[in-house]
């Protein structure tokens, strides 16, 4: 089909999405606009950009959110690498082996979906300090997998039941064994799913707030989601600074989307469906 | 839903094609590799969950231990009107909050999916990706400022173009407040769900659409008669996702309206959090999400027994 | 430079004094964790947190043995009571940490460590002359001990400083509307701010009430119900606090005060003074923002002024700054006027100031802590940091509250506040220091029923007695005072 063809069949669609994708971004505008005003001109001025234009926030907001960002990896990363090797390995186990109780054991996991976070903070603080994990990589992390591997193992599942049976019957004939028949050829294939799991668990961690606020004691090792907040105070707060962190707190993931959005919706593509 | 769906591609691969020959892999060896998952979800998920419902038959003040108390907190929650408004407002929530969730982020995808162009399609998968990263919190602020008094931007805009005389305070009266936090984030396109449903239209057959399109079926029908049918494992998902972040949801009525005005935007989820930390009854908490648990396991299965009464494909 | 001079000096010279009748003293040992909330944010505010550790230093360097590790605030905007439940949950808050009082009231023993005993001891950090040198208590001021005592009777905390609170006026919007910031009574005050919406089409005065917890409707409200039940004060008085408090003749109700009242009849929602109340309540709403419902943070109040939007704003001291930095517009300071006989029969005439120990300085000892060997230096520290010589410096630098610490040096923050000050207290507290923080809830949800229409004024009395009473019955079931039934 030539261009102005498909120009001129698809421009009602794209002049929808243009005015979707507008009202969305306003948030997103919202921030970058109020990052670079100082309070007086964030009161006088809620919506729209003013000048002079106050770069110097980001300067002011760097010391601390460079620190955070560092901190936020450092949970981040080992939360993701055992996200997805734990899920993995369930959601492998779920679609590949008929065993007993399988099917009580999946929804065992599956309903734990519907616990309502905030019940289990005090409940998760007193494991987290019999362990005598309190301030330690492990009390954040740990606790953080266990809320993902929940969706985790759903959505590996899921994938691994798309894998054809063929591949598996063909190596196992070569003599694999079951894990290398894993790691030599469901891991490869799964790389999208295992994108599409990594966003969502990187999203998710970047973001929580309450448990590294409950499990970590010492303030410069407090993560992303939280380093935001520096600069809003019980009794005042720097708005244009808060902003500021806000936008230096989203470029790592935009940039990590960025890059990686292909592989994310590859993930996807088998159909996530219950 | 139309009979005449067929099983969706994902769907071919049934389980039972997966069943080995017994004696072929040594019984253990799932279990083996289940084991992670399971010591974690024990120590982090299992026994703080039962600790929670153990202690929603106590009297529980922090740090001291509970006291048991027998049914005394289920009772007194069924007594409690606050709680028993909240159940009604979060019935209320979720429904609205599913229904403009997964009608908008349909109607994205199928935007986006009836692009002619591959590579807009990307770029716009790509726009509606990206504000997945947008804070909560930001959201809020800004949502805030929309349902403002007098400066709010809804109500410069409503007085503005002269559909309404005056200003109205979205957020201060008992009939709006609910909806206005329903309609938080709009157009709402912009989500997990618009990713799933797009990657599920994307694995439709074209030689089905391309055939319906030559037998003269237009592009609005297609929608309804085999976009619509085919995805529904995708959209059951989504609503059972959707339902339960709404049974749960509490930022929104903490952040913009705490509950207000008169109880009409409290939330199960935010009243166990009141109880519990403001007012320090952690056993009376628990038993508040104790019982959310159980309407959340409640409706979920409701929604997976709808979902398969007729349907013929995957079981979970 | 001039200011860390004169503390250095300051400093020396007092150990100078002291040096000797401390060195003895200096077997004390242990290590203590110290949350000061906003008095120790050294990335935020480095200048008042450098003397937070600069005090803290003195300490250990006259106690070699002692460990005193300063805590970081944690952000504003994250969930202090979460925090802080977690850690007392798993014996793990720090061993000086800060919390509202109304917090503490409702925790009481099951969290902290009464400090009473201690309050009896003579405080050694304080120099001789200075009240608090012999008994630590004399050192803060009778109103904040008044206001911090328990429901229980004893005092949890310390009570180092306070806030105050004035109207923050826009003094151009007030001449465009013709309006002076000075009235005789409530009746002309009402006028002139309708005066100013309806000729300046902006809104009048600036407080909100959101559907659970603090908001400035919570000053509002415990001003109407001390000025109507004020002729009553005397009757409502226990005996066992004010022989406690003997030079207050007029002071705020504890807790058990108010429960007592409501047992015995003495304050009854169907009283005629309760119509005076919800008509005064309602005035009081109808001048402020259409929204004022639906607003949930004082910050969007005071942006509204800042913005130019709001005639009135209704601020603390801490406010001070941000509104001398950042308003573009001429401003000024001004209170609520009295309310007199012309308003209705019986008023007292005056109205009453609304400050209290609801800033930094109220610190506290948890239970875990008192279970340790480290109690003995948590409260030793905590006279150290009290005494005026070291609390002072620290609350003038941060400049947001008074220091209530007697022998300290006033700042210039007070200065606006004037004539505020000389008023006298509330005789009923914010609704959450009533009786119990729930009750508090319960009455601003009742009231927001009220002032929507979804109750007429019977109703809304009968539904008040009836908070009252549970209120009441809650704090007798906590407590277990000797008159309950």
Not at chain 2, 164 to 183: E, K, N, Q, S, V
Not at chain 3, 334 to 344: H, I, R, S, V
Request: proline content about 6%.
């Amino acid at each position: 089909m030539s261009q102005s063809k498909a120009w001129r069949r698809d421009w009602p669609l794209m002049l929808i999405l243009l005015i979707l994708a507008i009202i969305t971004y306003i948030p997103f505008v919202f921030t970058v606009i109020n990052s670079f005003k100082i309070n007086a001109q964030f009161f006088q001025q809620f919506w729209l950009p003013t000048t002079p234009l106050h770069p110097e926030n980001y300067v002011r907001a760097w010391p601390a959110m460079g620190r955070a960002i560092f901190n936020s990896f450092t949970y981040s990363i080992p939360t993701l690498v055992l996200t997805l090797v734990i899920s993995g390995l369930a959601g492998y186990a779920f679609a590949r082996y008929r065993f007993p109780g399988r099917n009580i054991l999946f929804v065992a996991i599956l309903a734990l979906i519907m616990i309502p976070g905030i019940l289990l903070v005090i409940p998760m603080f007193s494991v987290i300090i019999a362990l005598d994990w309190a301030d330690t990589l492990q009390g954040v992390v740990l606790p953080w997998v266990s809320v993902e591997i929940v969706f985790g193992t759903f959505l590996m599942r899921t994938f691994f039941e798309t894998l054809p049976q063929e591949y598996f019957e063909a190596a196992r004939l070569d003599g694999a064994n079951e894990f290398s028949l894993l790691i030599r050829i469901a891991v490869p294939l799964a790389i999208p799913a295992f994108s599409t799991l990594a966003i969502l668990n990187l999203l998710f961690s970047w973001n929580d707030i309450i448990w590294p606020l409950v499990a970590i004691f010492d303030s410069e090792r407090l993560p992303v989601s939280i380093g935001v907040l520096s600069f809003a105070g019980a009794w005042s707060t720097d708005y244009g600074v808060t902003f500021a962190s806000y936008v230096i707190a989203s470029l790592p993931l935009i940039i990590i989307f960025a890059f990686t959005s292909r592989r994310f919706m590859d993930g996807l593509s088998g159909g996530l469906s219950i | 839903m139309t009979q005449k769906s067929k099983p969706m591609p994902s769907a071919k691969t049934e389980p039972s094609r997966w069943k080995l020959r017994s004696g072929f892999v040594p019984i253990y060896v799932p279990f083996l590799f289940l084991i992670p998952a399971l010591l974690l979800l024990l120590s982090f998920r299992y026994i703080p969950a039962v600790s929670a419902i153990f202690h929603s038959f106590t009297y529980w003040n922090i740090p001291e231990a509970g006291e048991f108390i027998g049914l005394d907190n289920y009772r007194a929650l069924f007594d409690d009107p606050i709680f028993i408004k909240s159940l009604g407002n979060i019935l209320k929530y979720m429904a609205g909050r599913t229904a403009l969730v997964l009608v908008m982020a349909f109607v994205g995808a199928e935007l986006v999916y009836n692009l002619t162009s591959d590579r807009w399609r990307n770029i716009w998968r790509m726009v509606f990706t990206i504000p997945m990263v947008i804070p909560i919190t930001v959201n809020l602020l800004v949502w805030q400022q929309v349902y403002a008094g007098r400066q709010g931007m809804l109500n410069e805009f409503l007085t503005g173009v002269g559909a309404m005389a005056r200003p109205y305070p979205w957020l201060g009266r008992p009939d709006t407040a609910l909806p206005a936090l329903i309609f938080i984030g709009f157009p709402a396109v912009a989500g997990f769900g618009f990713l799933i449903i797009l990657a599920a239209l994307q694995n439709l057959s074209s030689e089905v659409n391309d055939a319906a399109l030559i037998d003269g079926c237009s592009r609005l029908r297609r929608v309804f008669a085999i976009d619509l049918p085919a995805i529904r494992g995708p959209l059951a998902l989504i609503l059972i996702l959707s339902l339960n972040q709404g049974m749960q949801e509490f930022a929104p009525m903490l952040v913009m309206t705490q509950g207000g005005p008169i109880n009409t935007t409290m939330s199960p989820a935010y009243y166990l959090y009141i109880q519990g930390f403001t007012y320090g009854k952690h056993g009376y908490a628990s038993a508040i999400g104790t019982v959310l648990m159980l309407m959340t396991l409640v409706l979920s299965i409701f929604i997976l027994r709808m979902r398969y009464r007729r349907a013929y494909d995957v079981a979970v | 430079m001039f200011k860390k001079l004169s503390l250095i000096l300051v400093f020396a010279l007092l150990f100078g004094v002291f040096g000797m009748a401390l060195a003895q003293d200096s077997d004390i040992s242990g290590e203590i964790v110290v949350h000061l909330q906003v008095y120790y944010r050294p990335e935020q505010h480095p200048a008042h947190s450098a003397i937070a550790e600069q005090v803290a230093q003195e300490y250990m360097d006259m106690h070699p043995n002692a460990t005193i590790e300063l805590l970081p605030d944690i952000p504003g905007g994250t969930d202090y009571i979460t925090w802080l439940s977690a850690r007392m949950a798993a014996d793990e808050a720090p061993d000086i940490v800060w919390d509202q009082w109304f917090n503490r009231s409702l925790k009481m023993d099951t969290w902290w460590t009464a400090l009473d005993d201690y309050f009896e001891m003579p405080n050694p950090y304080i120099a001789e002359g200075i009240p608090g040198h012999e008994r630590w208590a004399d050192s803060f001021a009778p109103n904040a001990m008044n206001t911090t005592r328990a429901p229980d009777g004893h005092w949890y905390q310390t009570a180092l400083d306070w806030v105050e609170t004035a109207m923050f006026y826009n003094v151009a919007m007030f001449e465009e509307a013709g309006v002076e910031p000075d009235w005789a009574n409530w009746g002309e005050f009402i006028a002139d701010m309708h005066t100013i919406q309806d000729t300046l089409g902006v809104e009048a005065f600036g407080s909100f009430m959101p559907g659970t917890g603090w908001s400035t409707w919570y000053w509002a409200d415990s001003l109407w119900l001390s000025v109507v039940w004020a002729d009553r004060h005397s009757e409502i008085y226990m005996d066992k606090y004010s022989e406690m408090q003997p030079d207050l003749d007029w002071r705020a109700l504890n807790a058990e005060e108010v429960a007592k009242a409501v047992h015995d009849g003495v304050i009854n929602a169907q009283d005629p003074r309760m119509d005076e109340y919800l008509r005064i309540s309602k005035e009081f709403v109808e001048i402020l923002p259409i929204d004022y419902i639906g607003i949930t943070s004082l910050g969007d109040v005071m942006r509204m002024f800042l913005g130019e939007q709001l005639a009135v704003y209704w601020g603390g001291s801490w406010d001070n700054k941000e509104i001398t930095d950042s308003a573009s517009f001429e401003w000024g300071l001004t209170y609520l006027p009295p309310f007199t006989e012309e308003d209705f029969e019986g008023a007292p005439g005056t109205i009453y100031r609304v400050g209290g120990p609801s800033s930094a300085g109220q610190y506290g000892i948890p239970v875990a802590t008192a279970e340790s060997e480290n109690l003995e230096l948590a409260v030793d520290y905590l006279m150290w940091m009290s005494a005026p010589q070291n609390f002072g410096p620290l609350a003038n630098e941060f400049g947001g509250f008074i220091p209530m610490v007697a022998g300290t040096e006033i700042g210039p923050v007070l200065a606006n506040f004037q004539t505020v000050a000389a008023l006298q207290d509330r005789l009923f507290l914010d609704p959450s220091g009533r009786l119990t923080v729930e009750h508090g809830d319960n009455w601003t949800q009742i009231m927001q029923g009220f002032f929507l229409g979804a109750t007429d004024e019977e109703q809304t009395k009968a539904l008040l007695q009836e908070a009252w009473e549970s209120g009441a019955a809650a704090l007798c079931e906590q407590v277990g005072y000797d008159w309950c039934p």
